[in-house]
């Protein structure tokens, strides 16, 4: 069963903390997603990666940052959290040339900026 | 820039009861549509895709160029239908590296 993990369900963070959410997937997939989910707003694209080293913004990339040293792995950092940024982080995986379809999502990190 | 409009944020209905998830989408070339569901605890999962024109757990939904629409559809409401609903569109091709981009979802509750 192909899995995308994200390592934290929950996590409790202070205001103008360095925060690292970390997400790997064991299924080869070059393309790696971060979205945020909020009531009302649904899910928002905060970056991407298509393969290992690249990173793209998204719509929302204003206060995070993102690394993508290996091809299983992408980290989404938040470089002083804020609680603005309190709300669930979605990881998401494909493989090129599967489309849409391709799209494997982890359960969440849900992170409370206090 | 493409936008996915879903215009409830929650759906109550009855066991039984005919569903219907609303979805517009504004963007004139031929859209790539989506439905994704998360139901409590679980997952973001793909439900179906315009393009196969299947039938997923009783779901139906078909796509309206002349209304830009991409209604989510069920005869008979189950309580185990109950969830979070997502629609969603495939950002162009010409525009770049292809993105989902997601309405602001509709819960759906089913009461017995």
């Known amino acids: 069963d192909v899995k995308v993990t994200q390592s934290s369900r929950y996590l409790v963070k202070r205001t103008g903390e360095k925060v690292f959410l970390e997400c790997v997937q064991d299924?080869?997939?070059?393309?790696m997603f971060w979205y945020r989910q909020d009531p009302g707003l649904g899910l928002r694209l905060i970056y991407f990666?298509?393969?290992?080293?690249?990173?793209e913004k998204g719509d929302i990339p204003e206060g995070y940052s993102v690394s993508r040293e290996k091809k299983e792995r992408f980290s989404l950092i938040l470089e002083s959290a804020s609680t603005n940024q309190t709300s669930m982080y979605l990881c998401?995986?494909?493989?090129?040339?599967?489309?849409?379809?391709?799209?494997?999502f982890g359960s969440g990190t849900r992170l409370t900026v206090v | 820039a493409q936008r996915v409009t879903q215009p409830e944020k929650l759906l109550s209905v009855f066991k039984g009861a005919p569903v219907e998830l609303k979805c517009n989408y504004s963007?004139?070339?031929?859209?790539?549509l989506f439905w994704y569901v998360q139901y409590s605890r679980q997952r973001l999962q793909l439900l179906l895709r315009?393009?196969s024109r299947e039938s997923i757990k009783g779901f139906t939904a078909d796509l309206n160029k002349g209304e830009t629409s991409f209604h989510l559809k069920k005869p008979f409401a189950q309580e185990e239908d109950s969830a979070m609903y997502y629609c969603?569109?495939?950002?162009?091709?010409?525009?770049?590296?292809?993105?989902?981009?997601f309405g602001t979802g509709t819960r759906l509750l089913v009461s017995p």
């Open positions: 998401a995986s494909r493989t090129r040339g599967q489309g849409v379809v391709g799209y494997t």
């Open positions: 969603a569109n495939l950002s162009p091709l010409n525009t770049g590296f292809q993105k989902l981009v």
């Open positions: 315009h393009i």
């Open positions: 963007y004139s070339g031929s859209p790539e």
């Open positions: 299924m080869d997939h070059e393309n």
């Open positions: 990666s298509y393969d290992v080293k690249m990173k």
